[in-house]
């Protein structure tokens, strides 16, 4: 195998943001400096990658924000990006200002976008920042942990006023088609009853959960709802309201939103952040262009993508198991 020299790297933030992204581009940046290259900055995603606004990147660019939630590089969406014209375009500019080498850190549809740079020839790597924790190659992505201690804290919060109003509630939390933070976070949490887009759960389970919570004597019944969960939490809302007669508890919602993806990262996500950054750049110069860069069973892997964005995340049954446990 060929690598390619590589003089001077470009580091991008791509999709959702979340806490962890800023240790990570940190990371990038230093340790490229480590081994003697230079570094570019690339603002807002792959916006600014094809607009060409770079900036260039030493150790004093990246100083101070180990502890700052979101990404200092801003961020965009661009699903645009799955096009042709558009990825020969992005390459177009990186070689225009001799950028050697990509790291993007980011979700699934991020990532995808460094497949298709990689396969178009082009050196790029990543590294999964995403709250959602629905990408392959790695246990957990930059930005879950800070994630699930911030619902957990809601959770916590939420059911202070649930007790004193024996209410009960459903808390809606994001993770796209993704159950992993709604579990997690119900686990840590103690909810009744966990609802998630991979475990198709009839309302009438939700009711009877919640009507047996009410007669074992609890005084609050925490339902923790994954946005992708179908029917939604509306169609669950609306199902109960109109049992409330035998429910006892009367319902309250809370849709935590994006309150779950800002804040400052918390020491996991500073380290897992910088380890993966860090990894990025010594995979892109030992040839793993093309890959993911995670921590499999605690260790730094490195996953092609075409594997790691295959397919979404699984979660994990025995968990999903031992939740159902606990709910009694
Ligand atoms: O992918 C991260 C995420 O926060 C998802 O959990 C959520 O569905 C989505 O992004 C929200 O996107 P936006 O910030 O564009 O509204």
């Known amino acids: ?45 792959y916006t600014g990658l094809i607009n060409g606004e770079f900036v260039p990147f030493d150790a004093r ?9 979101g990404t200092i590089l801003g961020t965009t969406r661009l699903p645009e990006f799955d096009g042709l014209r558009y990825q020969r375009q992005a390459i177009r500019v990186l070689n225009q200002h001799s950028v050697d080498g990509l790291v993007v850190i980011g ?15 082009y050196p790029a790597i990543g590294v999964p920042g995403t709250i959602d924790n629905d990408v392959g190659g ?19 919060k939420i059911k202070d006023t649930a007790s004193s109003h024996q209410r009960a509630f459903l808390i809606e939390v994001m993770g796209r088609d993704c159950g992993y933070l709604a579990l997690m976070s119900g686990i840590a949490g103690g909810a009744e009853m966990i609802l998630i887009p991979e475990v198709a ?38 199902y109960l309201e109109e049992r409330k007669e035998e429910l006892g508890f009367h319902m309250r919602v809370t849709v935590l939103g994006h309150v779950q993806r800002g804040g400052a990262p918390s020491a996991y996500d ?28 605690g260790q730094v892997a490195y996953t092609p993508l075409e ?3 295959a397919r979404l995340r699984p979660i994990d049954e025995r968990l999903y198991s031992l939740a159902h446990i606990m709910e009694v």
């Open 201 to 238: 759960t009839p309302l009438a389970a939700v009711a009877e959960a919640l009507t047996n919570a009410y007669m074992r004597g609890k005084t609050h019944g925490i339902v923790v709802v994954a946005e992708g969960y179908r029917p939604g939490t509306q169609a669950v809302l609306q």
């Open 1 to 45: 195998m060929v690598v390619p020299k590589i003089v001077r790297i470009g580091v991008l933030t791509s999709g959702g943001d979340g806490p962890g992204l800023n240790p990570c581009i940190r990371a990038v940046t230093r340790t490229a400096i480590s081994k003697g290259l230079e570094v570019m900055g690339i603002k807002r995603g």
């Open 270 to 297: 500073r380290i897992l952040g910088t380890r993966l950054g860090a990894a990025a750049v010594t995979g892109l110069l030992e040839g793993k262009s093309g890959h993911v860069v995670g921590l499999l069973g």
């Open 307 to 309: 594997e790691a964005v």
């Open 138 to 156: 790695t246990d957990i992505a930059v930005g879950v942990d800070t994630a699930l201690n911030t619902v957990l804290d809601a959770i916590d």
């Open 61 to 69: 660019s990246v100083g101070g924000i180990l502890g700052k939630g």
């Open 107 to 121: 979700g699934n549809g991020s990532l995808n976008g460094v497949l298709a740079l990689h396969k178009l020839g």
